[in-house]
């Protein structure tokens, strides 16, 4: 058994005194792996890639940690070692390409016990060593109130799964999705990994399914939130929960939060009338600003409201909801997708879908979703009447479509005269757009 120096020991303390100190960290894993306690150098470099994933020394570290050991020849003499460096052994002259080559696959299976999936974490791995906050518990001291550990999930969407709405795709790619997937340019560029957008538009349109999209392409872990999951009679409680939130929310980044109905979580202070509600802005607020530059580091924060100018103004400054799309009614594409979706499980027969979409103008998904709905209803009672099962066909749709009207249009015009008389900044120029395309100025 190796003895540990007294330098090892001195900087283990120094460690324990201040455990998110990635490079002193690693130091003590170098000393450490040199002495030859590998086994504790692993631990110690696992826990600084778990404060920075991307470390290139940490992993370089990780590397000579599980490397398969190197063997010379029978014949050759062992090499003397320089005082700088250890020198490694020769390998077989036969064989010099293999017996140099890293093996990734042991190194993970070594590893798997040590380092958890970044990306898919456990109740028991939710809350590794080192952390500054304990993963919070269904019930108990974590839990007076016992409202319960907020639900985590994983997101089984990607934007592929979103028919047409490319300019929503086009907005969420640079927001979100490019930086991810190109680390070295979002540090070139200083671009960092965290931020926050607000998607806006009539009701059925699709905002929480596209946020469910964007978590499932980033990989990411996935929590929506409304105003019930938040707000309690007892004062103090609406700000514990939300803090509590977001706590769990870092602890699982990268993490998608969807804050759903905006307007109703984060409404304008100057319009509240009860102090609980300002206080529970407030602290949405500071979540939002993060306790520190860093503390939302891979923490995306998607939003969705019918009504944003009722959205406290505060929320949308840079650097919290700084970034708003506009999601409209399906496109032609996208209305076409949404009703192959829902048709695909029922009895159908020549169902002319062109014809549909081009008479569904204006209609959200909810609303192609009723339609569809109402056709399998014409069609269940025309069976019952007959005493013989029939497929739908394209005449129920369309005596389906001729009794609905888009549920959008009253949307559309409360908001036109906010879009006209109330554009402050420009933030409504791309409804303004809209409305003149649709000729509904």
């Known amino acids: 058994m190796p003895e540990e120096s007294p330098l090892i020991k001195s900087l283990r303390a120094a460690v324990d005194a201040a455990p998110d100190d990635v490079p002193l960290r690693l130091h003590l894993a170098q000393l450490l792996l040199e002495a030859g306690f590998s086994q504790e150098a692993i631990s110690q470099v696992a826990a600084a890639l778990q404060r920075e994933p991307g470390n290139a020394e940490a992993q370089a570290l990780i590397a000579r940690a599980v490397a398969p050991p190197v063997t010379a020849p029978a014949t050759a003499p062992p090499a003397p070692a320089p005082v700088e460096a250890p020198a490694p052994a020769p390998a077989p002259a036969e064989a010099p390409a293999e017996a140099s080559r890293y093996d990734w696959k042991q190194a993970e299976d070594e590893l798997s016990d040590v ?35 907020w639900e985590v999930e994983t997101a089984g969407l990607s934007l592929a799964d979103v028919g047409g709405m490319e300019q929503v795709k ?64 007892w004062i103090g409680n609406s700000e514990r929960n939300l803090r509590e939130l977001f706590e769990t929310a870092r602890r699982n980044a990268p993490c998608v939060v969807f804050l759903d109905e905006l307007d109703a979580l984060g409404a304008k202070r100057s319009q509240i009338r009860h102090s609980g509600l300002r206080t529970t802005v407030n602290q949405l607020l500071t979540e939002l600003d993060g306790v520190d530059s860093h503390a939302n580091e891979g923490l995306f924060v998607l939003a969705a409201t019918n009504h944003p100018w009722d959205v406290d103004p505060a929320l949308r ?23 192959r979706h829902h048709l695909k499980d029922r009895p159908i027969a020549r169902i002319d ?51 609905l009207r888009p549920s959008t249009g009253p949307w ?14 420009g933030q409504y120029d791309e409804l303004l757009a809209y409305l003149k395309k649709k000729r509904m100025l």
């Open 353 to 403: 879908l062109r014809k549909l979409v081009k008479r569904t103008d204006g209609f959200s998904g909810a609303d192609l979703r009723h339609l569809c709905e109402s056709a399998a209803e014409r069609a269940l009672m025309d069976s019952v009447r007959t005493g013989r099962a029939r497929m739908i066909e394209t005449d129920d749709l369309l005596g389906a479509l001729a009794q």
């Open 317 to 339: 400054r840079p650097g919290r909801l700084d970034r708003t799309v506009l999601v409209l009614p399906p496109d032609e594409p996208a209305r076409e997708s949404i009703l």
């Open 115 to 149: 380092i958890p999936p970044r990306f898919v974490e456990t109740e028991e791995t939710a809350g590794t060593a080192g952390e500054k906050s304990p993963p919070l518990s269904a019930h108990g001291d974590d839990d007076p109130a016992g409202s319960g550990a």
């Open 170 to 233: 086009e907005r969420l790619e640079a927001a979100f999705l490019a930086p991810m997937r190109n680390p070295e340019l979002r540090k070139l560029y200083g671009k960092s990994l965290r931020g926050g957008l607000l998607m806006y538009g009539p009701p059925g349109c699709g905002k929480t399914y596209i946020a469910r999209a964007v978590a499932g392409e980033l990989g990411a872990r996935f929590m929506t939130v409304s105003i019930t999951d938040v707000l309690d009679m």
């Open 412 to 425: 559309f015009n409360s908001a036109r005269s906010v879009a006209q008389f109330a554009n402050e900044g």
